[in-house]
């Protein structure tokens, strides 16, 4: 997988190797690659979704508070984040949803 479908969260850009936390503002973060994948589903039930799918991301973690966050990486696909005003109300939202589950066969 190398993109998780349009829909997903639109990531920041990569800030660099000197950034200030944005949580504590304190200098120097540890950056690590993670890949895209898709939704995390319970293994014991899986109507239950634990996560969903990410795009490929750099995590960043404060050296200094450990508070952490995603960053897109230099060579990223854009994806779109797709918010309640794109499709309507929450009556849309569950109508598209329920399209698409049902499209799908269902959850997985």
Request: net charge neutral; charged share 25%; aromatic share 6%.
């Amino acid at each position: 997988m190398t993109q998780p479908p349009a829909g997903a969260s639109t990531l920041p850009p990569y800030s660099g190797p000197d950034v200030d936390c944005p949580k504590c503002g304190a200098s120097g973060a540890t950056t690590e690659h993670r890949p895209a994948r898709d939704a995390i589903f319970l293994p014991w039930n899986p109507a239950v979704r634990v996560d969903g799918p990410q795009p490929e991301r750099m995590f960043r973690r404060c050296s200094s508070c450990g508070y952490g966050w995603n960053e897109a990486p230099l060579d990223a696909e854009p994806c779109r984040a797709v918010a309640a005003v794109d499709v309507g109300g929450l009556e849309d939202i569950q109508r598209v949803v329920a399209e698409r589950l049902a499209a799908r066969g269902g959850l997985r």
